[in-house]
């Protein structure tokens, strides 16, 4: 009866060690398990700054002036760049975007000028009647993201972008990150 205790005792006990097909060096064990865990951790963080990345979706596009609303556009600009803006005759070196902006629900209104990153529109009076405003493409090239800032005292002013963003300037300005598209081929 003695030999029957061993019976139901798995193999490698009986022999008296573990079994070597399932067993390395401890090195080996240690190093493969620290590769494994790494290898994951990367792969984890790489999927979360693809997640939590943001998209151009995300940013509210700024318009582009048509040829045909060109001259009407300019009137808009300040009196440093006019001149380069009548310029260009084949209306496309002088690229400009353009917001629409108003203060609905406020008829009085208020001052506001808009910046870009190189770029200070002369101020205007906004009131619930919308208007037209062009600024320059700050990135007409490659296109890309910039800041547009809205500096004054224009309560509830929204500016029509795509989305539309709501700007009410605190303590005197408002900045939303805004996406400019590449300026289109010059006509021949």
């Known amino acids: 009866m003695q030999d029957r205790q061993y019976v139901d005792e ?15 060096s401890p090195g080996k064990s240690a190093a493969t398990f620290l590769a494994i865990s790494l290898a994951g951790i990367i792969m984890l963080g790489g999927l979360g700054g693809w997640f939590f990345a943001p998209r151009a979706a995300d940013a509210p596009v700024v318009a582009m002036v048509s040829p045909e609303d060109i001259p009407e556009a300019i009137t808009t600009l300040n009196t440093a760049v ?20 108003a203060s609905p ?10 910046r870009t990153s190189k770029y200070q529109s002369p101020p205007f009076h906004v009131t619930d009647k919308p208007q037209r405003i062009a600024i320059p493409h700050p990135l007409p090239e490659s296109g890309g993201f910039d800041l547009l800032s809205a500096d004054g005292d224009a309560k509830g002013l929204v500016v029509a972008l795509y989305p539309a963003a709501r700007m009410e ?20």
Not at 14 to 22: K, L
Request: aromatic share 8%; proline share 14%.
């Open 82 to 101: 006019i001149p380069n803006a009548r310029s260009d005759s084949r209306e496309c070196r002088f690229p400009m975007g353009f917001v629409t902006v």
């Open 10 to 24: 798995r193999p490698d006990r009986v022999r008296g060690g573990p079994d070597p097909a399932f067993t390395g």
């Open 105 to 114: 629900g406020n008829p009085a209104g208020g001052t506001v000028s808009f």
């Open 169 to 188: 300037p605190v303590n005197g300005t408002a900045t939303v990150k805004v996406l400019w598209r590449p300026r289109p081929a010059c006509k021949s």
